[in-house]
């Protein structure tokens, strides 16, 4: 046992001793392969469609104006995981508005609902269905929430800030 500590002791000292470094770093090797590509991340949107409602295409409901708008692009996936905000263009302002806000000055309110393939805009506080206005439907999958879960999706403020796309035009 003595011999072996005698000859493996020795070794580990001169091994670490032996393994300074005096010289000057040698140049750099060769660039590796490139690796694989890795999948595709979700969009930051689905879609953002835009589109007209005429004020003679509000259908009466009850006490209510409803207008349908068919839209391909919500699916169920969308429906599961993701979430829609929709906004009108109000041209006095200019701005955006989201629809869950109220009408300003009237005290009319909007609302909006959706399922398979659908959007339904719903006004109520009037006798009269609202004035003809450009709408936004932002369609967002549930992967972009999940990437960004401070965003209060429900804060048109927000998810335009996040889409890259300004409040006002």
Do not use: H
């Amino acid at each position: 046992m003595k011999k072996i500590l005698l000859f493996v002791l020795p070794a580990l000292v001169a091994g670490f001793i032996g393994c300074s470094k005096d010289g000057a770093t040698g140049p750099a090797g060769a660039t590796g392969a490139t690796g694989v590509t890795g999948p595709t991340g979700p969009s930051i949107i689905l879609a953002a469609d835009s589109f007209y409602a005429p004020s003679s295409s509000w259908i009466a409901v009850g006490s209510t104006f409803q207008y349908t708008y068919t839209d391909t692009k919500i699916t169920q996936e969308i429906l599961s995981k993701g979430t829609i905000d929709v906004a009108l263009w109000y041209p006095s302002g200019p701005w955006w508005i989201a629809l869950n806000d109220y009408y300003p000055g009237s005290g009319a309110g909007y609302r909006y609902f959706y399922k398979l393939n659908t959007l339904i805009l719903e006004f109520d506080g009037s006798s009269t269905p609202p004035p003809s206005y450009s709408y936004k439907a932002v369609i967002i999958p549930g992967a972009v929430m999940q990437q960004n879960p401070k965003i209060n999706w429900t804060d048109w403020k927000q998810v335009s800030a996040i889409l890259a796309s300004p409040v006002n035009k």
